[in-house]
């Protein structure tokens, strides 16, 4: 009896999962990209109760430290620690994200399914090809997942047409001058659990594997600094820049309301 709750139970949750409409879909190349460069976003909008999604296009397979299994599983775990609604994995082979007709359809089926309202995406200049490719594969995505002659499947039914209201990159190795910060000072904390979940990745003393660009100790020095300069320029404590190639509105109102509390 108790099984048999546990297989409705499960089977409830995928239906729910399944039939998820989100509010925010995040596309990384490979997992923990999402959170290195956005944690502090995501949850600031999940704890608000928004339905933020992160899809992984690899599974970070070419890494120097750690196994594929190891950072599924470490992905997960960030995935609970920032209230992610949903995190899925398109399986492209790590280091050969290319941008063909293949992959964009896969995003396109993804924004189908889960119908968010703005995506978020690498920024398309940055040292790491694959980040590079998912920035643009995700652009062309988000357009040709609103031409209904597109056609594509969901566990053989036809998805509907849907097009997502806003495209933002978020910053990885290279910078830019952001078009909106996003204040993460709340955040802040729920982010840096999030990244040390991918222990095998970051700077631990007894591993005896060997150093990457990012397992050096002096990495998440490096991105507190980053996140205490983007917080600096909006005054704030911590900050997350982000790029957008059309026009931001700024609520004023809004804006004016928040500044009568702010000091001088
Ligand atoms: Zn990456």
Known sequence: MHLFKNLIKSFYNISVVLLMNLDVLVFAAHPDDAELSMGGTIFKLA???LKVGIVDLSKGELGTRGTAETR????FQAAIILKVAVRDN???????????????????????KYKPKIIFAPYFNDRHPDHVNTGLIVKQAMF?????????????KIQDAFRPKKLFYFMQTYSF????????????????????????????????????FIS????????????VFYGFKIGKKYGEPFFT?????????????GLSAAKE
Not at 72 to 75: G, L, P, R, T, V
Not at 245 to 257: A, I, K, M, P, Y
């Open 47 to 49: 704890k608000e109760n």
């Open 72 to 75: 599924q599983k470490e992905a």
């Open 90 to 112: 398109l399986h492209i082979p790590d280091g050969n994200i290319l941008n063909n007709q293949e992959n964009m359809t896969k995003i396109v089926m993804c924004i189908r």
């Open 144 to 156: 040709f997942s609103g031409v209904q002659k597109l056609k594509t499947f969901d566990h053989e």
């Open 177 to 212: 001058e952001p078009s909106f910060i996003v204040d993460i000072t709340d955040s802040y904390e729920a982010k840096m659990k999030a990244i040390k979940a991918y222990s095998s990745q970051f700077y631990d003393p007894k591993s005896k594997e060997p150093e990457t």
């Open 216 to 227: 050096a100790p002096e990495y998440l020095t490096y991105l507190e600094s980053r996140n």
């Open 245 to 257: 190639e059309e026009g931001v509105e700024l609520d004023l109102v809004h804006t004016l309301s």
